[in-house]
T-cell receptor, first 113, second 115 residues
Framework: ETGVTQTPRHLVMGMTNKKSLKCEQH?????MYWYKQSAKKPLELMFV???????ENNSVPSRFSPECPNSSHLFLHLHTLQPEDSALYLCASSQQTGAGELFFGEGSRLTVL | DQQVKQNSPSLSVQEGRISILNCDYTNSMFDYFLWYKKYPAEGPTFLISISSIKDKNEDGRFTVFLNKSAKHLSLHIVPSQPGDSAVYFCAASDSTDINNNDMRFGAGTRLTVKP
């Protein structure tokens, strides 16, 4: 079983849909992250959770809503997205926030029509 | 505000030769640097890291060099193998900032190793 798993791997949704991305880590880490990767751009940090508490929200539009019910699970709820939100959404975890290696999931490829 | 830059979007190298991937940063507070490797349809995986107290770190075929005065680091792969073909991301962080949760990434360099 891989360390960080994300579902679904691919998602196509209309602008009026509501969907959720799920992430689960099996590494016993205390920090979890959502990153957005758009084509030819650096990974953009969206949200950081440490011990289930949100510690950072990088000016992400409210149509993205994270949820961290426990230290192993992280969700990204999506509502009324725009076509420019189409991207690869990567979940990551680390032992703790700050410096240190991030362990990434395989990503959820989102297409907004 | 792109604090970590990888100016070469792509690099093509012959198998067996050296691959050199470059990365520049602007924030002098960065003191921990990492390289990640990403295959298509997979998430990035950690490859190698270096702390600012060192100028070189080696792990098998992979060596990372850090030039703090130039704010530049590079990843050397030698000898390059076709399986090394992937996108390589440079990342940097300030480990002294307890409020820093943001590891800054470059845009990536796509390496192609030709047989």
């Amino acid at each position: 079983e891989t360390g960080v798993t994300q579902t679904p791997r691919h998602l196509v949704m209309g602008m009026t849909n509501k969907k959720s991305l799920k992430c689960e880590q099996h590494l016993g880490h205390n920090a979890m992250y959502w990153y957005k990767q758009s084509a030819k751009k650096p990974l953009e940090l969206m949200f950081v959770y440490s011990l289930e508490e949100r510690v950072e929200n990088n000016s992400v539009p409210s149509r993205f809503s994270p949820e961290c019910p426990n230290s192993s699970h992280l969700f990204l709820h999506l509502h009324t997205l725009q076509p420019e939100d189409s991207a690869l959404y990567l979940c990551a975890s680390s032992q703790q926030t700050g410096a240190g290696e991030l362990f990434f999931g395989e990503g959820s490829r989102l297409t907004v029509l | 505000d792109q604090q970590v830059k990888q100016n070469s979007p792509s690099l093509s190298v012959q198998e067996g030769r050296i691959s050199i991937l470059n990365c520049d940063y602007t924030n002098s507070m960065f003191d921990y640097f990492l390289w990640y490797k990403k295959y298509p349809a997979e998430g990035p995986t950690f490859l190698i890291s270096i702390s600012s107290i060192k100028d070189k770190n080696e792990d098998g075929r992979f060596t990372v060099f850090l030039n703090k005065s130039a704010k530049h680091l590079s990843l050397h792969i030698v000898p390059s193998q076709p399986g090394d073909s992937a996108v390589y991301f440079c990342a940097a962080s300030d480990s002294t900032d307890i409020n820093n949760n943001d590891m800054r990434f470059g845009a990536g360099t796509r390496l192609t190793v030709k047989p």
